[in-house]
Structures are given as C-alpha cells and as structure tokens.
C-alpha cells in the first residue's frame, strides 16, 4: 500500500520507517525539507505539497506539532483541503485539541473521504517497532479501514468513541506522566542533602509504585544527566510536552475542569523551555529543577 506521511518530525519520522520496514512504499511531505532527507534516502518519496501527497497515496498520515499547525496544512493554500479527497483515507496521529480534530474531520468527510484520529501513546522507540498506543476516534467503517495500518503501528488500538474522543483520551494519556517529570525534579531536590551517587537514586525512586513505566527506559539517562553527562537523545520534545499540558489546560476550562497541578507543570515547563530546552528530551525538566536559580 502507498501511504503519505504528512509531517515527517521526530515521530512522523519514526512512523514512516516501521511502515517501510513492512514493505509499505511511502511518501513524505514537511515544511522544513531537510527533515524529509534521511527517509527519501532510504526510498521514501517526497511530494511539493500536503495536496500532492494526499492525492498520490491511498492513505495520508498526518503527524504534526500543534493546532496551529494543523490548520496550515489542511486548510493553507496546496493544503490537505485542496486535494481530490474522495475516496481516499486520512488517519490524523496528532495531539491537538478535540475541538481541532473534530473540524478537520469534518472538512475531510464533506470532501468524501474516510477519516479517523489515532493520536498515539509512545516515542520514537516504540513507533519504529510497532509498539504505540493508538487512541482511536471515528465512525465504525473509517475505523475498520484504518485498523490493518494501526495494527502494524500499535501494540494495542482503543477505539474510544467518535471524532474528538481519541483526542481527548489522549491528552488524559500524557498529563500524568508529564507532571511527573516535574514531580520528580522536586523529589530530587527533597534528596539532595543525601548526596548520593545519581544512579543509586534514581534506581530506588525507580523501584517504587509511584514510578511510571516509562522510568524503565528513561532513568538511566536521567541518572547519566545527574552524573554530569550532557544532555542525551530526545525521544520526546520538552516543547511537545508543553503544548500538550498547555491544550489540556485549554481544554479543560472549555469543559470548566479544574487542572491546578496541571497548570504549575506547565508553567515549570514553560520555564525551562525559555532557559533553552524547547529541543531537549521532556525528562529534562527533571533534571533543571536541581540546576535552575531557586527564585525564592
């Protein structure tokens, strides 16, 4: 099957490459054509446009950053919007707010295509081995058209309900793990005056039921960042992990829920990424708070 990746950043990236290492033929499009280069390289097409693109593949998967994005590349000029769209199926992987989902399906559905919302739970790891989270959004026969590709996408697919519902579902995936790189970069700074060596502590708070699953993975950079070492690979952006506390916050007071922790992680958040670490890994608010200025 040929299948169009629309956004081809650290997880679009991630995406395509597990569908080309199961014989899928992809084609590529991104703002920044750079981005495109390692997977034409190794046999992706690129595509001038997000309207090119939809119309030379059966399926479109769009991976991009934030709302703002999205309403760009659907409805700008060569957008997705713009494209022969009937008949053809678009499966949109982006963590955006419900509200946003819903309009862009509903564009694409007028147009006479197939559309469904998969945002997925996972990094860039899991994506080139097949092993996310789809939380799926949409009607039952778009849904059932889409599942052979999510399949080989995900370890586990959960149609949640119709457009909007993955997106919301999503945003409740990502808000307690994300608040809890904050929560540990405070329960560092409780462990401070203990001085013990960094890969000792983050092996004991890794070792308790208030360590998420992703502690497994991601500790022993953590540890290694503690130690003294650099900053390591980025599998998931700190400026990602704002935008989507930020879109839950939004989200939430659009529905008049109260996301207090919520919004002190996202103005954590906020700060390290205006001190530089928009690029960095999200564990890296973790890591900051024992380096950053105490303001009191």
Not at 200 to 222: E, F, N, Q, V, Y
């Amino acid at each position: 099957m040929k299948i169009g990746i629309c956004g081809t950043g650290r997880m679009g990236s991630a995406i395509a490459q597990r569908l080309m290492s199961v014989g899928h033929e992809v084609g590529v499009w991104n703002r920044n054509l750079a981005k495109t280069k390692p997977l034409t390289d190794t046999g992706a097409v690129l595509f001038a446009s997000p309207a090119e693109l939809v119309e030379g593949c059966e399926v479109t998967i769009v991976m991009l950053l934030n709302d703002a994005a999205t309403e760009a590349i659907y409805r700008g000029p060569n957008g997705i919007l713009k494209s022969k769209l009937a008949s053809k199926l678009v499966i949109d992987m982006s963590t955006i707010s419900p509200d946003t989902m819903k309009s862009n399906g509903a564009s694409v559905l007028r147009q006479g295509a197939a559309f469904v919302e998969a945002p997925v739970g996972g990094s860039t790891g899991p994506a080139k081995e097949g092993k996310l989270l789809g939380l799926v959004g949409g009607a039952k026969a778009d849904v059932g058209r889409a599942m052979p590709i999510l399949e080989q996408l995900c370890r586990r697919t959960e149609h949640v309900g119709e457009l909007g519902a993955g997106s919301m579902m999503k945003l409740a995936v990502n808000l307690p793990l994300l608040v809890y790189w904050q929560a540990l970069g405070e329960a560092l700074a409780i462990c401070k005056p203990l001085n013990l060596p960094a890969g000792r502590l983050i092996d004991i708070l890794s070792d308790t039921s208030g360590a998420p699953t992703a502690m497994k993975g991601r500790g022993p950079a953590i540890a290694k960042v503690l130690g003294g070492a650099p900053l390591g690979e980025t599998a998931f952006g700190l400026n990602a992990a704002k935008k989507d506390l930020a879109t839950a916050v939004q989200f939430g007071a659009s529905i008049h829920a109260e996301l207090p922790v919520t919004a002190s992680a996202l103005a954590c958040y906020e700060d390290a990424e205006a001190a530089g670490l928009a690029d960095a890994d999200a564990t890296a608010v973790s890591t900051r708070w024992l380096q950053r200025k105490s303001k009191s």
